[in-house]
């Protein structure tokens, strides 16, 4: 009796290469940019933040009687300010990024929103997470600048921002109300 000799591939050597070739294109799909997925969870996170600021803002508002903290209503309409929790700012609250087109340029440009802070409406004052900036004044006592911006119009709509926005391709992140 002689055996007929087939070419061809078993089943089990087809589903080898199959699996070979998955798992390689999922190495691939995750080593493609990594550093542009850590852009993208920072932005996600500088979003986040500028959301909280404002609704700490607004939360107070409604609260108050329509009034604003007294920090933000005595900002000058059209400014931009550096939002910080401390009442000085001797150092580090300089915006110091050539690609934002909020330019804090003397640390007398900062708004301390601590009140907001020590009354509940937020948490703890958000810091933008590393990217072009660092924003820790460099002194003991706990003040720096945070890396969000407001700013007030003349008609009350208080804006706030992230000045570092580095992955979508716009220089701020910004939510206005």
């Known amino acids: 009796m002689s055996q007929k000799e087939t070419k061809g591939f078993t089943l089990i050597e087809l589903l080898v290469v199959l699996a070979i070739i998955a798992i390689l294109v999922a190495v691939i799909f995750v080593a493609l940019d990594p550093a542009a997925r850590f852009a993208q969870a920072r932005d996600a996170v500088r979003q986040n933040d500028v959301g909280e600021i404002l609704s700490a803002v607004k939360l107070y508002q409604v609260d108050n009687g329509g009034d604003h903290l007294a920090s933000i209503a005595?900002?000058?309409?059209g400014s931009v300010f550096m939002a910080v929790n401390?009442?000085?700012?001797?150092?580090?609250?300089d915006d110091n990024n050539a690609a934002c087109d909020t330019d804090i340029t003397t640390d007398t440009s900062c708004v301390n929103i601590a009140g907001l802070v020590t009354e509940g409406y937020l948490a703890s004052m958000p810091v933008s997470p590393a990217?072009?900036?660092?924003?820790?004044?460099?002194?003991?006592?706990?003040?720096e600048g945070s890396g969000y911006t407001i700013s007030i119009d003349a008609n009350g709509i208080v804006t706030v921002r992230a000045c570092e926005s580095e992955f979508t391709g716009n220089p701020e992140i910004e939510i206005a109300r």
Do not use: K, Q, Y
């Open 86 to 93: 401390g009442a000085t700012m001797t150092a580090g609250c």
């Open 74 to 77: 005595a900002l000058t309409a």
């Open 131 to 143: 990217g072009d900036v660092t924003w820790d004044d460099g002194n003991a006592s706990g003040e």
